[in-house]
């Protein structure tokens, strides 16, 4: 372990001091396979004391819309886009073998079976271990996404620069 | 094994990565800084898993070893 002592970060640290790790996780693409790593990961960094964050974007965003919100958006396209993808945590579509949810059935029946983490208690988990999700706002304009749209918890949306800026401070960065 | 006294135990048997680590830490918040806990798992990779753990957060991995299957921590909290 290399002690740190002199970092700021780790005057929190008492007896073991560790200097604090920045993971940035950018959830992009929405999959089901994806969102369940980023989640797994993301709430294991939290987990770990890492000071976590998870830039959510384009299709990312989709799994922070509350899981019985159907359809969102303000015109018929943005209407049509959420329709073709079912929004929400629980309705990820896997990107092969999705084979219309027969592919995401078998995953959950299989995650039960072996006792793995749902996404959906990971996201939990993760938000109670402080990991901070934070809203792309321009996605959240593009697809018509209203703050009442996503799930509780979450940060203030911000754009490419505040992700770009956590990014470049952080030890490690994911896009996912 | 000594006599130490260990102040919450986390079985986290048949549970998948990385429920362990996830309810260890969970676990490790409810004790005092200095006091011990322990956390049996069967899934395998939580070997180096807690070592790992225990390195990040400054948790003292201060015991293990496994029989039958099952890996048993025991942690100290910073």
């Known amino acids: ?176 | 094994m000594g006599n130490l006294e260990i102040k919450l135990k986390v079985d986290a048997s048949g549970l998948s990565c990385p429920l362990p680590i996830l309810r260890a830490a969970q676990g490790i918040k409810t004790v005092a800084s200095g006091e011990l806990i322990e956390v049996v798992a069967t899934d395998a990779g939580s070997v180096k898993d807690f070592a790992a753990w225990a390195s990040s957060t400054g948790n003292a991995l201060v015991e293990q070893d496994s029989a039958n299957g099952k890996f048993r921590f025991v942690l100290r909290r910073k």
């Open chain 1, 1 to 176: 372990m290399t002690a740190i002592a002199t970092a700021p970060d780790a005057q929190a640290a008492t007896d073991g001091a560790v200097k604090t790790k920045k993971l940035v996780i950018v959830d992009y693409s929405g999959e089901l396979e994806k969102t369940w790593a980023t989640l797994i990961l993301a709430s294991t960094a939290g987990a770990m004391e890492m000071e976590t964050s998870v830039f959510i974007t384009f299709w990312g965003l989709q799994t922070f819309v509350k899981d019985k919100k159907r359809i969102t958006g303000e015109n018929w396209m943005q209407k049509m886009m959420s329709f073709m993808q079912r929004p929400g945590v629980s309705h990820r579509k896997l990107s092969k073998m999705n084979f219309m949810g027969m592919g995401p059935w078998m995953m959950f029946k299989l995650a039960k079976k072996y006792n793995v983490a749902s996404p959906k208690d990971l996201l939990e988990m993760a938000q109670a271990v402080g990991v901070k999700f934070i809203p792309c706002q321009m996605t959240m304009d593009m697809f018509g996404i209203k703050g009442s749209d996503l799930i509780d918890g979450l940060e203030e949306p911000v754009g490419a620069a505040t992700a770009l800026q956590l990014m470049t401070e952080a030890d490690s960065t994911l896009f996912i």
